[in-house]
């Protein structure tokens, strides 16, 4: 078949079948070639070794479920590195599910603020009430913590501007979404030294999430792109303040990567 030939019976199952259109319009390469023109970052963000980032070798990670939907266990070790190295005294998150990332947090952090969908949302979103109710388990009885509810494409974040050291994106991962909670969080930073973090910035350590990173670049304002890194051995991405990020080294990603360093992991069971 040639390629007029294919183009055309595209052009015609679409027609037919309009929503067809969305695959090809949230296909990572789609994604990939729009930045790639935009902006360059053709192999992804600057990789930072987490341990330029820990204040310490060791951290500990708790509460950790080991359930579907679960954060790695180093973007938790992260979230909390970051609050304690820069002495955060505020976090806000977007998108708790069982509140292991702001449980960990808010053991080092005194003030804490979680966005999520509204229950009644979540249920006709996915049909399971009790997938709702767990949403916020291991944060709900933290009085650190404050929950508040809404979609963060329409929420009003006016009440939260200029209060917030540290932010955690976790949300709906979708190009779109990704670009508007990054241009909403914008406002709610305390001043040019608070730091973001995006969640599932690649589908794993090594991999990246190109509708995610297209949703980061375009949510920022151009002129803060060069603060932007990758943490090796997490799924994340962050933004640094200006004096961090002009000093500390970084290399290109890669897939395939020798390991620079291993982990230990100790498990305790807890009730």
């Known amino acids: ?148 509810y809404g979609n963060s494409c329409t929420f009003d974040f006016a009440p939260y501007q200029h209060r917030f050291d540290l932010v955690f994106i976790d949300g709906d991962h979708h190009y779109e979404a990704v670009k508007s909670d990054t241009a909403s969080v914008l406002p709610l930073l305390r001043d040019d030294r608070s730091i973001i973090v995006w969640h599932d910035y690649g589908y794993d350590p090594e991999t990246v999430r190109w509708s995610v990173l297209r949703g980061i670049l375009e949510g920022l304002p151009i002129e803060m792109h060069h603060r932007l890194f990758h943490i090796s051995n997490t799924m994340c991405a962050v933004l640094l303040p200006e004096d961090v990020a002009s000093k500390i080294p970084s290399t290109p990603m890669h897939p395939h990567q020798t390991p620079a360093h291993y982990f230990e992991v100790n498990l305790k069971i807890k009730h």
């Open 1 to 148: 078949m040639s390629k007029i030939a294919k183009a055309l019976k595209a052009l015609g199952l679409i027609l037919r079948k309009p929503y067809l259109l969305n695959h090809i319009l949230n296909d990572e390469g789609v994604h990939k070639r729009a930045l790639v023109k935009k902006f360059s970052f053709d192999q992804g963000l600057p990789m930072i070794d987490i341990e330029e980032l820990f204040p310490q070798s060791e951290a500990v990670v708790t509460p950790y479920a080991y359930l579907s939907g679960a954060t790695m266990p180093t973007d938790l070790a992260l979230l909390r590195a970051l609050a304690e190295r820069f002495g955060a005294k505020s976090y806000f998150e977007i998108g708790t599910w069982r509140g292991e990332s702001v449980a960990n947090v808010a053991a080092v952090v005194p003030e804490c603020v979680t966005l999520n969908l509204p229950k009644e949302e979540i249920v006709r979103l996915s049909g399971s009430q009790e997938y709702a109710d767990l949403h916020g388990f291991f944060s709900r009885d933290l009085l650190n913590v404050r929950h508040i």
